[in-house]
Every structure is written in structure tokens, then in C-alpha cells.
């Protein structure tokens, strides 16, 4: 079973943080990441939160096109080599398919499987050249979820994004409203899991 919110998160991360960085000037993709970043606070969500873009943030990032500007910002300063500007191309077109394709919720047609299995088949076999970053694991995972889709026709609607929102759910109560039972962390865990469980029924409560 393919992870399709984390794989969009650690690939995106690459591109946008260390890629695009290395690539334009790591200032410039710092100042256009002010315009979208959000504050990170330890203990609401997972590790890598604190030091990497979550989901809002890079969908925040494609949607603004702030690969454009980080560009722009780059050629206003000095000319840029025909092979910059052609690997901010691929870089910024892989983002692009990697959020739609990794996050749509709806079912997949034959063509659909099709056409990422293809983007799956360039980030492969063009990701060192266009990166300069050797291949990781969440990388090779993009072959099963091409074979997620391929069997069960939908891969979106597989996401880990509702487990992570009741992540930070949860930790919001543990963290804030039960922090008078800071000396008793069992007590601590059984009243935030018991308020997060009541939140998950109210609604059929009222039904």
C-alpha cells in the first residue's frame, strides 16, 4: 500500500528545498517560501513538519507559481543558461503531476494509468540529472503507487491525509488543553483520546 500524501510530501520537499535551491539561489526560493510558509510548532505534528513544507504549503507553492517567480527573480539578476531555465521547467511540470496525480480523490480510467505511469517512468529515469540528488526511497515507492492505481482504479482516496489531521487533532489536546496533567501522562493520553473520540461521533450523536 503506497503512502500517496507522504510521497508527495518528501518528493515535493526535494524539489522545492533542495533541488530548486541548488538550482536558482537558495535566498530566492527562501523569500518566495515567506509568502506561503505557515508557523511550525513542535509537538503538533510529525518531525519533519518542523523543517520541511507540509501539503497546504506546497499546494500553496504550485497554485502561486512561485517556481515562476523564484525564475524570474534569477533571470533578473544575470542571464540564465538554456539549461537552467529547460531543468525548471521539468522540475516545476513534475510538481505539478505529482500533486495532481498523488492527491485526486476521484476514480482512475485506463488513460489516467497510463499517463502516470509515464510521469513515474521520467522522474525515474531523469531525477539525477534534473536533481543532482541521488534516489531515495519515496521515489522507487511511486512504482507501487502505479500499481495501486492499476489494480484498485483510485489512489487519492487511499490518502493518510485524514489520519494525519487527526494527528494533529490530537496532539492539539494533548499539548494545549490538557497541559494541567503534565505530571500525569497516561491520564494526559486517556482524556485527549477521549475528546478526539467524542469529536469523531458527535455527528452521528445528532443523527
Known sequence: MPTPLHLFLGISNRIILDAFSELLGKERVEKALKSITTVHS???SGA???YDLNGQEISKW???ECSTSVLAAAASSSSLPAATTA???ILSRWLQQLHYCLLRSGDWTAA???AWRSVVSDIHCNWRA???IAAFPKLHMLHHAVDFAERHRF???ASEAQIESYHASFNALFHKQHRNQ???TAERLRRSLADSTLRAVQSFLHQ
Request: charged letters at 30%; hydrophobic letters at 25%.
Open 182 to 184: 503534565s505530571g500525569n
Open 155 to 157: 489512489l487519492g482516496r
Open 48 to 50: 519533519a513538519d518542523l
Open 42 to 44: 513542535a509537538g503538533c
Open 62 to 64: 504550485i497554485k502561486k
Open 87 to 89: 531543468s525548471h521547467s
Open 130 to 132: 534534473e536533481t543532482s
Open 112 to 114: 489516467d494509468i497510463d
